[in-house]
């Protein structure tokens, strides 16, 4: 699957899914669709269902800020807790933080999905 979509890898947006969906299904419609676009189309609109019907729905998709991949996942508790109490801060306690008890406590609130043979986070506490 083609790296379409912005930050795969890392974290994948839903908006950015839903615009290749209508991408692909225009271009098939114009009947200018390949064998791996159709395949492509089907793998992002099956993603999109998993997500809804695993993750508490429509809701999921919609209010989603991003599916975040699990490889990145310390990187992203780490720059939010920085964002919330600013970098100084944070290197100031650095040595008396437990990150692995701070990632423990973020994972509780992320249900995990597969997709494109990767594992991604959805955040279950969106507001």
Request: charged share 35%.
């Amino acid at each position: 699957m083609s790296n379409y979509y912005e930050g795969h890898g890392d974290i994948i947006y839903p908006h950015a899914i839903d615009d290749r969906i209508k991408r692909l299904r225009d271009m098939k419609m114009d009947l200018d669709l390949n064998e791996d676009g159709e395949a492509e189309l089907e793998a992002l609109i099956q993603f999109r269902t998993d997500v809804i019907d695993t993750c508490g729905g429509e809701s999921a998709w919609e209010d989603s800020p991003g599916f975040i991949a699990d490889s990145y996942f310390d990187e992203y508790v780490n720059s939010d807790v920085e964002g919330m109490h600013g970098s100084e801060v944070i290197q100031s306690l650095d040595r008396y933080l437990d990150w692995g008890l701070i990632k423990d406590d973020y994972m509780e609130r992320f249900e995990e999905i597969d997709f494109d043979g990767v594992t991604y986070l959805i955040d279950n506490n969106r507001g």
